[in-house]
């Protein structure tokens, strides 16, 4: 075990919508695209924002993220506004599909 390593459980992360998750990014400093081709940039999916924050906080992060983060959790509740989408399309795929379209235009 890594020196000072915190043990968290992330099952709180499954319960957050795209909203939610995008804060979380921000509070912690995690990307939130990926480059494509030609300079095209897609949105990260709900399933690999949730993947970037629990390696961003396995790995170890600045102690103000923490407290930010912290604080942020014990005002956060479970929206109607916010929900979980299982079966949202995956943003590579959908930009992958733009590029086609455009190539196919010519």
Known sequence: ???????TDFKWLNQMGRQTLLKC???LG???TRLMKGGMTCQ?????????????L???TFRDRYERLSFFLEDWQPTE??????DEPNPE???RELIDDVRNAW
């Open 1 to 7: 075990m890594n020196k000072k390593q915190i043990l």
């Open 25 to 27: 990014c921000r509070i």
């Open 30 to 32: 995690v990307e939130t």
């Open 44 to 56: 990260l999916s709900c399933k690999q924002l949730r993947s970037k924050i629990r390696q961003q």
């Open 58 to 60: 396995g790995r170890g």
């Open 81 to 86: 506004l916010d929900p979980v989408v299982e």
């Open 93 to 95: 795929d959908v930009v």
